[in-house]
């Protein structure tokens, strides 16, 4: 069975700031991660999604985050957080032979001006 | 490309009253989820479909919660007999792979 963890609840950056959001897994086998967004009031987004290839993968407004195998991680960054970036950020996962994602508990980024 | 719709967005109930979520994925998705978003929780599976057919049902309370998607496109979700632990947003995603889902906006449900 396939889990994951966010350990920060609450992330707080000023605007301009870098940011990193970070999420770690535990699972024996191959993974898909993926990162997806949510803001008040709205469903998730999805962000970017990594299986295998180069472990920095690119998404969409500046987002990127880099796959750890050996630290079991899928950390998310920002190089420059902009007001609009505030949300509640979920890291998920999920085995290949499988349509079940299983999501974190979320990180709340609030970006202050 | 419509997006994944929901209705109602929400919903006040009593406990003990009946309630009805519907959901209408994109086109040619033929995975359905349905999760449940306690506040300021993560997502969490209820069930999820294949088409018509049911994949993973083990996380929906069978005893009041039930779910279906008789063509394989729309989708139902309903509690007979709502309990105030049911209190959450209700999420539908639709997904073309593994990988990627679309969710709707929600459906927020309070039960007094």
């Known amino acids: 069975t396939q889990t994951v963890s966010q350990s920060d609840a609450h992330v707080t950056v000023f605007e301009g700031d870098s940011v990193e959001l970070r999420c770690n897994y535990s699972y024996g086998g191959s993974i898909y991660l993926s990162w997806y967004i949510q803001h008040h009031g709205h469903g998730l987004q999805f962000l970017l999604k990594y299986y295998s290839g180069n472990p920095v993968v690119q998404g969409v407004n500046g987002f990127e985050a880099e796959f750890s195998k050996s630290d079991s991680s899928f950390h998310l960054r920002k190089a420059s957080v902009h007001w609009s970036d505030s949300a509640v950020y979920f890291c998920a996962v999920s085995a290949p032979n499988t349509n079940k994602v299983v999501f974190g508990t979320g990180t709340r980024l609030q970006v202050l001006p | 490309e419509a997006g994944v719709t929901q209705s109602p967005r929400y919903a006040v109930l009593q406990e003990g009253q009946a309630v009805s979520f519907w959901c209408d994925p994109i086109?040619?998705?033929?995975?359905l989820y349905w999760y449940q978003q306690p506040r300021d929780q993560g997502p969490q599976l209820l069930v999820y479909f294949r088409d018509e057919a049911v994949i993973d049902n083990s996380q929906l309370p069978s005893d009041r919660f039930s779910a279906v998607r008789p063509k394989g496109t729309n989708s139902t979700l309903k509690i007979q007999s709502a309990k105030q632990g049911d209190t959450a947003t209700y999420l539908c995603a639709s997904s073309p792979d593994n990988y990627e889902q679309y969710f709707g906006p929600g459906t927020r449900l309070t039960v007094l």
């Open positions: 086109s040619g998705h033929d995975t």
